[in-house]
């Protein structure tokens, strides 16, 4: 089951909150990072952007590997060493 934190925080003039350590710490956010906002209804979702956008990447690239012939480990080493051979031949 999910746990659950429930926090108040009070809008200020311009529209800003802040966030209670609480809640930072389970984002896994501090000062200068940046969080993700979704608004679904009357309901925000609060994400830290760097999960948020790994999360958007890998649903992007799902069935990749397939389509490119990719199915074990070996096979991404070969894609390395691959890789590596064009970029030192260059």
């Given at each position: 089951m999910n746990n659950i934190l429930v926090e108040n925080a009070?809008?200020?003039?311009?529209?800003q909150i802040t966030l209670p350590k609480d809640i930072r710490d389970v984002l896994?956010?501090?000062m200068g990072d940046r969080v993700t906002l979704i608004c679904r209804d009357n309901q925000v979702?609060?994400?830290n952007?760097?999960?948020y956008a790994m999360n958007m990447?890998?649903?992007g690239m799902k069935g990749e590997f397939e389509k490119?012939?990719?199915m074990n480990d070996d096979d991404v080493m070969d894609l390395v060493?691959?890789?590596r051979?064009?970029?030192e031949g260059s």
């Open positions: 009070k809008i200020m003039a311009k529209g896994g956010v501090g979702i609060m994400m952007a760097a999960i990447l890998q649903e490119a012939g990719i060493k691959e890789v051979l064009e970029i």
